[in-house]
């Protein structure tokens, strides 16, 4: 197919092309390359002659020109064959590949593919090679709800995690749900207003997930990213953010969700260390209300994000670090879904190697400037 850049037109909507599509993807948003090109990063909207999209986000090499690109979770599948998504990237990267002034030295892609549908030897036919990931997990856990009413979501989890769902409920922690796309009224059971603006909500959020990141020798990039990136797809309507409150409303636990294609999908979660022991069941019930929201917008599944970590793509054992975490999200009916993974296909390997060399140097320039 032959591929451009998007019109004003195109661009209007082009949210509903690769966001809100099956297989879409958040990071295919207007509103991420508007967060990553304040980064530095160059975001370009393609469009296929079928009308299809997909956003290339590339970034030159410093002092040499030219540069990497990546497609961030795309291109999405759209409900398509996997060797239809292979050939839209292969055309991709030919086009970025062979452009002698405007062109990329190296293109990377991680699409949600299963690996079961041989996405990855596609792609390897194409010249790609597998990479390590550059989103924190390379597979996921996630709940089947095609056709799931809420106590039909409710009877696949287990026994213990629906005694703590209950035990919340009971001891009054509520869930704060902070979504653009509906008014204070809006909701929904189970669910209370906000009672703050969610940018403040939002930043105290950052601070729960850094306590939990230090538990689990998780890091994070600096507040100001992250922070603003979730109040920018917020805004959107792309984000949701749940957060548990135990009576007299102090902050026990959140949750944020992405909302693309037909699933809901769990970004984030961080939990008080004090929480674990005066309020226990306060994240099981967070996550209990992330999929009554799921069912109740007629999503397929729920993503429950990832347990594996670098140097350990693959199911964790029982002793390993996210062995709990595994078994924390098996509980609510998840199952262990294997994805292709993040590849990249080397156009001209000696700038590449040298791209790498001066991107390195050009950080270290930048740490040890003062100020």
């Given at each position: 197919m032959t591929l451009r850049i998007a019109t004003a037109e195109e661009l209007a909507d082009w949210d509903e092309r690769t966001v809100d599509r099956p297989g879409g993807?958040?990071?295919?948003?207007?509103?991420?390359?508007?967060?990553?090109?304040?980064?530095?990063?160059?975001?370009?909207?393609?469009?296929?002659?079928?009308?299809?999209?997909?956003?290339?986000?590339?970034?030159?090499?410093?002092?040499?020109?030219?540069?990497?690109?990546?497609?961030?979770?795309?291109?999405?599948?759209?409900?398509?064959?996997?060797?239809?998504?292979?050939?839209?990237?292969?055309?991709?990267?030919?086009?970025?590949?062979?452009?002698?002034?405007?062109?990329?030295?190296?293109?990377?892609?991680?699409?949600?593919?299963?690996?079961?549908?041989?996405?990855?030897?596609?792609?390897?036919?194409?010249?790609?090679?597998?990479?390590?990931?550059?989103?924190?997990?390379?597979?996921?856990?996630?709940?089947?709800?095609?056709?799931?009413?809420?106590?039909?979501?409710?009877?696949?989890?287990?026994?213990?995690?629906?005694?703590?769902?209950?035990?919340?409920?009971?001891?009054?922690?509520?869930i704060v749900r902070h979504d653009s796309r509906l008014t204070r009224r809006e909701v929904g059971e189970g669910f209370e207003p906000p009672s703050e603006p969610t940018d403040v909500a939002l930043d105290r959020f950052y601070d729960l997930l850094l306590e939990t990141g230090e538990r689990r020798d998780f890091s994070f990039g600096p507040r100001g990213q992250f922070v603003a990136w979730w109040q920018a797809a917020h805004r959107a309507g792309h984000l949701v953010y749940l957060e548990a409150r135990s009576p007299g409303g102090v902050p026990q636990a959140g949750l944020v969700l992405y909302r693309h294609g037909e699933r809901l999908s769990t970004v984030h979660s961080g939990d008080r260390a004090e929480a674990r022991r005066d309020h226990p069941g306060a994240l099981h019930l967070l996550r209990w209300r992330a999929i009554q929201l799921a069912v109740r917008e007629g999503r397929t599944e729920m993503d429950l994000g990832g347990a594996d970590v670098p140097g350990m793509r693959r199911e964790p054992r029982e002793g390993e670090p996210m062995w709990g975490l595994y078994q924390h999200k098996l509980s609510f009916g998840g199952r262990w879904i294997q994805l292709a993974g993040a590849h990249e296909r080397v156009f001209r390997p000696g700038r590449y190697r040298a791209g790498r060399v001066a991107a390195r140097i050009a950080r270290l320039l930048s740490r040890s400037r003062p100020g």
């Open positions: 993807h958040v990071l295919q948003s207007r509103a991420w390359a508007a967060h990553r090109e304040s980064s530095g990063w160059r975001p370009r909207h393609f469009v296929f002659d079928d009308g299809f999209g997909a956003l290339v986000l590339s970034r030159a090499w410093p002092w040499l020109g030219l540069g990497s690109a990546y497609i961030p979770r795309g291109p999405i599948s759209a409900g398509e064959e996997p060797a239809s998504t292979a050939r839209r990237l292969a055309d991709l990267a030919a086009h970025l590949g062979n452009d002698p002034t405007d062109g990329i030295d190296v293109l990377a892609s991680d699409a949600e593919i299963e690996a079961k549908t041989g996405y990855g030897d596609l792609l390897a036919g194409n010249g790609f090679r597998p990479i390590e990931e550059i989103q924190p997990s390379r597979h996921k856990i996630a709940i089947g709800l095609a056709g799931a009413d809420e106590p039909a979501a409710f009877d696949q989890i287990s026994k213990s995690t629906r005694q703590r769902i209950r035990k919340a409920e009971k001891d009054g922690i509520v």
